[in-house]
């Protein structure tokens, strides 16, 4: 059964700062990887796909990466912002249809 | 921009009551699917929908769920009586295909609370 573990799972950095969020998954047979931004209440947005065959994604300042053989998956956001607080979740496409997701890390800046 | 839109944003009910939750997917799309997430807790998946039929659903989703496509835009999500731990927020998503590209697009989202 693939789990999925983000770390950590809180963080607060100051503005300006580079940061990483880590995402781990079990099961290396995966169809593809979503980073979310979840915002306090609100549904879910996408930020970044990565098809399983893929390294990294970006856009805009972040950048997502996929070791696929190791079951890891990093964001990177630079130059963080205050707009940038909310909690970070990833997914694993696992089969035909279904997403696997982690805890989230909840990422906070401070101005 | 496209987007798919929820009703209602909270629901409150009784326990034993029945209720259904309604979602809009984009409009081209043709893959729709039903998570929830428990509060505090990750978010999990329901069910999937494609071609009016279930093409894969989760342990969670016993015979206490059920999921229609009763138009051409509407799809919707029924508990036919609600217990406490039905608790969450649901979210309804929904993809123009199913490939290794494809995007889940969420809404965002209906609670339900059950007292």
């Known amino acids: 059964k693939q789990e999925v573990t983000q770390i950590p799972a809180a963080l607060s950095v100051p503005e300006g700062e580079n940061l990483v969020l880590n995402c781990s998954f079990t099961d290396s047979a995966i169809y593809n990887l979503q980073w979310f931004r979840q915002d306090p209440g609100k549904g879910l947005t996408s930020l970044l796909l990565i098809q399983s065959s893929q390294r990294e994604q970006t856009s805009g300042r972040l950048n997502a990466s996929l070791d696929k053989s190791s079951g890891r998956s990093t964001l990177y956001i630079a130059a963080s912002q205050p707009g940038d607080s909310a909690t970070y979740l990833c997914a694993v496409r696992q089969g035909a249809q279904k997403l696997v997701f982690g805890q989230g890390t909840r990422l906070t800046i401070n101005p | 921009e496209p987007e798919v839109t929820q009703t209602p944003s909270h629901q409150v009910t009784q326990m034993g009551q029945e209720v259904i939750l309604r979602c809009v997917p984009i409009s081209n799309h043709l893959y729709f699917y039903w998570y929830r997430q428990i509060l505090g807790q990750k978010v999990e998946f329901l069910v999937s929908?494609?071609?009016?039929?279930?093409?894969?659903k989760s342990e969670i989703f016993d015979d206490q769920f059920s999921v229609e496509r009763p138009d051409g835009s509407n799809f919707t999500l029924k508990i036919r009586s609600t217990k406490l731990e039905d608790s969450a927020m649901y979210f309804c998503?929904?993809?123009?295909?199913?490939?290794?590209?494809?995007?889940?697009?969420f809404g965002p989202g209906t609670r339900l609370t059950v007292l």
């Open positions: 998503a929904s993809s123009a295909v199913v490939s290794r590209t494809d995007t889940q697009y």
């Open positions: 929908f494609y071609n009016n039929e279930i093409s894969e």
